[in-house]
C-alpha cells in the first residue's frame, strides 16, 4: 500500500531556509537581462560564453564593455581565495581549514562565516566568481579531493554547502558548486565513465546540488570532467537540463571544468552555458554551429540569459570588483572553525588534555610538524600567515616546559602518492661529493631525456621520490616548504642522476626498490640492480630480464604500462659498509609531459624491527620527554587519489616507535581523510584528527592540546580499519575496469554501507569525544505536521563531566517500511548544544518527509511508505542513546 509519488518533495537538507527574494526570482532582474539580451549580436553573444585563458585568474571572461557587463574573474577555492595575481596582496588570502574540517564541525553557523570570509576577500582580491564550494561526497576512502567536500552523508553536505554560498553571495560575488557531478574519484577522473542508478543519484549524490540550487540560491555550477553513464558531464543533458533546470528549478549558469568540455553543438544543446578556460571546442566552432543550424539562437539566448541573471541579480553591474585589505578578523575565524574541526578519536586514560603545569617537556615529532599543511592543486591557498603545530605548542606551553622538535621522518611532497614501498629515508644517504655530514643524494637534472649537456639543475635531493606534471604547477604543489622548488622546466620530460652511498641502520637483508614511470636503472656498487641496461631511449617498459638479477636477488614487477612500475629487489646490507647508489632516471614515456611528469622513488623495506637513525632519534627524544606529540600528515591533491591508506613516507613506523618508547603520546592527524592505523593505533594514548586546519592550524591544536578548547568535532565520514574493510569492495567499484567506474554499492555509500554489511569501522561516521561527557534522555515525538509531514523530535541533552563542553547530537532514522530495501540508518537532522557541567537542554529537531522517503525510480518521484520508523539519537552513527517509533500514516490521513 502506498503512497504519493511527489517529484518535488521538501527541501533536500530538510530546511525551507530559502531567501525571501533571492536574485532567480526577481521579475526587475529578469526584465534587466532582457533587455541586456536585446541590444547584444550574435558575436557578443557567442564571446560571452566562451570563456579567456587568462593567467591571472581562476577562469576569465573578459568584459562587454559597450553594454556594461563587467568581466567575470573567478577565483579558485573552496577554502580561501586562490590569488593567481600575485600583484594582488602578494597572491595570499586566508586559508580557511579546508572543507572537510568546517564537515566536522557541523555547524551552518560556522559555515556561514566561512562563506562570508569567501566572499568578502574574494571581492576584496578582484574576484566576482568564487569557484566553490565542492560537494563531492566522499565515495572512497582514498579520494584525493575528499578534503574539498563536506563527507560521505548527502544532508550533511547539504546543510553546510547551502550556508556557505549564501556567505558567499551575501558579497558582490557568485558562487559555484562543484563538480557536477558524480566526480567522486581522482584516478582518470578526465575520462572515466560513472555508472550510477538513478535511485542512488537521486539519494545521494545530488541533493547537496539540489540543496545549493534551492537552499542556496546557487549563482553557477561546474560541470565535472568525468562521464556520467556514457556522456560527459558537461553535454549530459539529463543532468544539466532535466534534472538541474527543470527539476530543480536552477536559473543560472553552468561553465565547464579546466576542459571539461569535448563538443561544440552537443554541449550547448544539454545545457553547458560557458566553455572554460578558453575556446576549446565553442568561440568560431559555435558561430559555425549556429550558422549551420545545430544550436539555434534560442538556445544561444537561453546561454546568455543564464550567464546575466545572477550577474545582474548579484549586484556584479553596479559593484565593480574593488581591491582592498582583507578584513582583519578573517585570521580569527579560520582559527574558530579550526577548533571546532577537530575530531578526538580516542582519549585512553585521560591523557588529553595536557595540563600544562605537570608537563615539564613535550617532544614535538613528525616531518613536517614545523609548518602549516594544506591540501593541493587549485584549492591550494597562499595564507596571510600560518602557525605550525610545534609554534603553536611552544606558543601554548607552560612558560619553564621544554619543547623540543624532531622530524623523525623526511618532509612530504606529491612523491607521497606514488605506489610502492617508502621512500630511503635520507637519514642513510650521503651526496657523493658532500662533506660526510650531509644527508641525501647528489642530484642532476636534465631539460632532456637524454642526460645531455650540462645539467639544468645541481643540488642535493633528501629523497629520491618525484612526482611532477600536474603537481608542480606553480600554486597547485602542497609539498612541504622546506623541500625546495623544482624548476617548472623539469614539469614534464626530463632526465635526473642521483649518486651517493646508503648506508645500513643495521646488517641485514634490505629490499630496495624502483618505482616509475619512463626509464630508470638503479646501481649498488657500481652494478645494475633494478633497470635494463640499455640506452634510455630503448627502454620502454622494464621486464623481468636476467640483467637486472644479477647479481643480488629476485626481481618483482607490478602495476600497469602507464602506471608507474615497481620493482624490487634483495640486498644484503652491512651497518659499517656504505655501498655507492646510481640511479638514473629519463621520464621518457610518450604520456609524460605537462600532466604526467617524472615519477621516481628510490624505495627500501628495511628489515623487520631495523629503523631509520631518525626514527630511532625521534624515538629517543619522546622517551626523554614527559609526553609526545606525532603530527602526521598525507599529500592529497587533485589529479591523484591516494596509493593507499598508509601514511606515507615512513610516518607509520615513526608513530608505532615513539608510541612504543612513551605512552604519553599524542598523535595528531593533519590528512584530509582517513588513515589505516593498523601498524600503530593501539600504541599512543590520543588520537586528533585535525584534517588541514587552516593557516592558523598550529594554535587550534594546542588550544585543544591543553585544553583551551574542548573538543567538539565529529566524523563527517566513516575511518574503516584498512581500504579492505570499506564497502568499496571490487575493481569494478574502484578505480574502475576499462574505462567504467560501476557504483553497484548504489546508495549503500559510507555508514549505508557499513552497516548493511556489518563492516565494524575503526571510528565510525559521527564519532567523536569530548573532554566532558553527555547523557541522553527523554525522547519524544509529534505526530507529523499535517501540512508538510515533518515530524517534531525532542529530547535533553544532558552535560554529565566536569567541563563546559558542545556536543553534536544527531538523529538518525531506521529502515523505512514497505519492500523497497532502504538503510538501516541514515542521518535526518542534528544540533549543537554548549552546556556547562550539570546543564541540560532540550533539542527539538524536524525531520522532512524527504528523510521518511525514497526515490521511486518508476513513478519518477518521492514515496512515503506507511508504517513504522524507528527514531535514533546518538552521539555517533554507531553510539545510539535512545530509540523510539514513528506510525507514518498513509497518504491522506
Ligand atoms: C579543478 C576545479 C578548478 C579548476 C580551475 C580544475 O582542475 O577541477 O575545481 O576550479 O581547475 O582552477
Not at 566576482?128 to 544532508?155: K, Y
Not at 578519536?345 to 588534555?353: E, I, S, T, V, Y
Not at 624502483?514 to 635494463?532: E, F, K, M, P, S
Request: with cysteine; hydrophobic share 40%; glycine share 10%.
Amino acid at each position: 500500500m502506498t503512497s504519493v509519488i511527489e517529484p518535488d518533495l521538501s527541501s533536500p537538507d530538510g530546511t525551507d531556509g530559502e531567501s525571501t527574494d533571492p536574485w532567480h526570482r526577481s521579475p526587475a532582474v529578469d526584465d534587466r537581462v532582457e533587455a541586456l539580451l536585446s541590444g547584444m549580436t550574435p558575436a557578443e553573444k557567442i564571446e560571452l560564453v566562451t570563456g579567456d585563458i587568462n593567467v591571472d585568474y581562476g577562469f576569465y571572461k573578459a568584459p562587454l564593455a559597450r553594454l556594461g557587463i563587467p568581466a567575470l574573474t573567478m577565483c579558485d577555492g573552496p577554502s580561501g581565495v586562490r590569488i593567481n595575481k600575485r600583484s594582488v596582496n602578494g597572491g595570499r588570502a586566508t586559508a580557511l581549514p579546508a572543507p572537510i574540517a568546517l564537515a566536522a564541525t557541523w555547524d551552518p553557523v560556522l559555515a556561514a562565516r566561512y562563506g562570508d570570509v569567501l566572499g568578502a576577500e574574494a571581492f576584496a582580491t578582484g574576484h566576482n566568481v568564487f569557484l566553490g564550494p565542492a560537494v563531492d561526497i566522499a565515495r572512497v576512502p582514498v579520494g584525493g579531493r575528499t578534503f574539498e567536500s563536506f563527507g560521505e552523508d548527502p544532508l550533511l553536505q547539504a546543510r553546510l554547502a547551502a550556508p556557505v554560498i549564501r556567505g558567499i553571495q551575501s558579497h558582490p560575488v557568485q558562487a559555484t558548486i562543484k563538480h557536477y557531478a558524480v566526480n567522486n574519484q581522482e584516478h582518470h577522473r578526465a575520462t572515466v565513465d560513472a555508472e550510477v542508478d538513478e535511485r542512488t543519484l537521486r539519494e545521494i549524490y545530488l541533493p547537496p546540488f539540489e540543496a545549493a540550487v534551492r537552499n542556496g540560491d546557487v549563482a553557477a555550477v561546474m560541470g565535472a570532467f568525468n562521464k556520467v553513464n556514457g556522456d560527459f558531464a558537461c553535454e549530459n543533458r539529463l543532468l544539466l537540463t532535466d534534472l538541474l533546470r527543470r527539476q530543480f528549478g536552477f536559473r543560472g549558469w553552468v561553465m565547464s571544468d579546466y576542459g571539461a568540455n569535448h563538443s561544440t553543438a552537443e554541449s550547448a544543446n544539454a545545457g553547458l552555458d560557458q566553455e572554460q578556460p578558453g575556446a576549446g571546442h565553442w568561440g568560431q566552432q559555435l558561430r559555425q554551429a549556429l550558422d549551420d543550424g545545430r544550436v539555434s539562437p534560442a538556445t544561444l539566448d537561453e546561454m546568455v540569459r543564464r550567464i546575466l541573471r545572477p550577474t545582474v541579480g548579484l549586484g556584479l553591474l553596479e559593484h565593480p570588483v574593488e581591491i582592498g585589505p582583507l578584513p582583519e578578523d578573517h585570521s580569527r575565524v579560520s582559527r574558530e572553525i579550526a577548533e571546532a574541526g577537530i575530531v578526538l578519536l580516542k582519549n585512553d586514560g585521560g591523557l588529553l588534555p595536557l595540563a600544562g603545569d605537570t608537563v615539564r617537556s613535550i617532544a614535538v615529532i613528525g616531518p613536517d610538524a614545523d609548518e602549516a599543511v594544506f591540501g593541493g592543486g587549485s584549492g591550494l591557498v597562499n595564507p596571510v600567515h600560518t602557525v605550525s603545530p610545534l609554534d603553536g605548542i611552544r606558543r601554548r606551553a607552560a612558560a619553564g616546559t621544554i619543547v623540543e622538535y624532531l622530524p623523525g621522518t623526511d618532509p612530504l611532497s606529491a612523491g607521497a602518492l606514488l605506489p610502492g614501498p617508502d621512500p630511503v629515508p635520507s637519514s642513510i644517504l650521503t651526496p657523493e661529493g658532500g662533506d660526510g655530514s650531509e644527508l641525501g643524494l647528489h642530484a642532476e637534472y636534465w631539460t632532456n631525456t637524454g642526460f645531455t649537456g650540462d645539467p639544468h639543475l645541481v643540488r642535493t635531493d633528501l629523497q629520491v621520490d618525484l612526482n611532477l606534471g600536474f603537481f608542480n604547477f606553480p600554486g597547485f604543489n602542497a609539498a612541504s616548504a622546506k623541500l625546495p622548488e623544482i624548476p617548472t622546466e623539469l614539469t614534464g620530460q626530463m632526465s635526473a642522476r642521483w649518486t651517493g652511498t646508503l648506508t645500513a641502520p643495521a646488517d641485514g637483508d634490505y629490499e630496495l626498490s624502483l618505482t616509475w614511470l619512463g626509464t630508470a636503472r638503479l646501481y649498488v656498487d657500481d652494478q645494475l640492480l633494478i633497470g635494463l641496461a640499455a640506452s634510455a631511449q630503448d627502454i620502454a617498459a622494464p621486464t623481468a630480464s636476467p640483467t637486472s638479477l644479477y647479481p643480488y636477488g629476485q626481481l618483482v614487477l607490478q602495476g600497469a604500462a602507464s602506471e608507474p612500475e615497481t620493482v624490487t629487489a634483495t640486498v644484503r646490507l652491512l651497518a659499517d659498509r656504505p655501498r655507492p647508489i646510481r640511479i638514473e632516471y629519463a621520464a621518457d614515456s610518450p604520456e609524460q609531459g605537462f600532466l604526467t611528469g617524472a615519477q621516481i622513488r628510490f624505495g627500501w623495506r628495511p628489515p623487520n624491527g631495523v629503523r631509520s637513525p631518525s626514527v630511532t632519534a625521534a624515538a629517543a627524544l619522546a622517551a626523554r620527554c614527559d609526553t609526545a606529540v606525532v603530527v602526521v600528515r598525507a599529500y592529497e591533491s587533485e589529479h591523484a587519489d591516494r596509493p593507499g591508506l598508509h601514511l606515507p613516507n615512513g610516518q607509520d613506523e615513526l608513530v608505532r616507535a615513539v608510541g612504543e618508547a612513551n605512552p604519553r603520546t599524542v598523535v595528531v592527524l593533519t590528512t584530509g581523510g582517513p588513515v589505516d592505523m593498523t601498524n600503530w593505533h593501539d600504541r599512543p594514548a590520543a588520537l586528533l584528527q585535525a584534517w588541514y586546519a587552516g593557516q592558523e592550524q598550529g594554535s587550534a591544536i594546542a588550544a585543544v592540546v591543553f585544553g583551551d578548547v574542548n573538543p567538539s568535532g565529529k566524523l563527517p565520514l566513516t575511518f574503516p580499519r584498512s581500504l579492505a574493510e570499506s564497502p568499496i569492495r571490487t575493481a569494478e567499484q574502484y578505480p574502475g575496469v576499462d574505462g567504467t567506474v560501476r557504483y553497484t554499492e548504489g546508495i549503500l555509500v559510507g555508514y549505508r554501507g557499513y552497516d548493511v554489511l556489518q563492516l565494524d569501522p575503526l571510528y565510525p561516521f559521527g564519532h567523536g569525544l569530548s573532554y566532558t561527557a553527555f547523557a541522553y534522555d527523554d525522547l519524544t515525538i509529534s505526530s507529523p505536521d499535517p501540512s508538510d509531514g515533518t515530524v517534531a523530535v525532542s529530547f535533553v541533552v544532558r552535560n554529565t563531566g566536569e567541563r563546559t563542553g558542545t556536543e553534536v547530537a544527531q538523529l538518525y532514522l531506521g529502515t523505512l517500511p514497505g519492500e523497497v530495501p532502504t538503510p538501516p540508518r541514515q542521518l535526518a537532522g542534528f544540533a549543537q548544544v554548549t552546556l556547562d557541567p550539570g546543564q541540560s537542554q532540550r533539542v527539538t529537531l524536524s525531520v522532512a518527509r524527504r528523510s521518511m522517503s525514497y526515490w521511486h525510480v518508476a513513478a519518477g518521484g518521492w514515496v512515503t511508505p506507511p508504517g513504522p520508523v524507528a527514531i535514533e539519537v546518538g552521539t555517533s552513527s554507531r553510539d545510539i542513546r535512545l530509540v523510539t517509533t514513528i506510525v507514518v500514516p498513509a497518504t491522506g490521513q
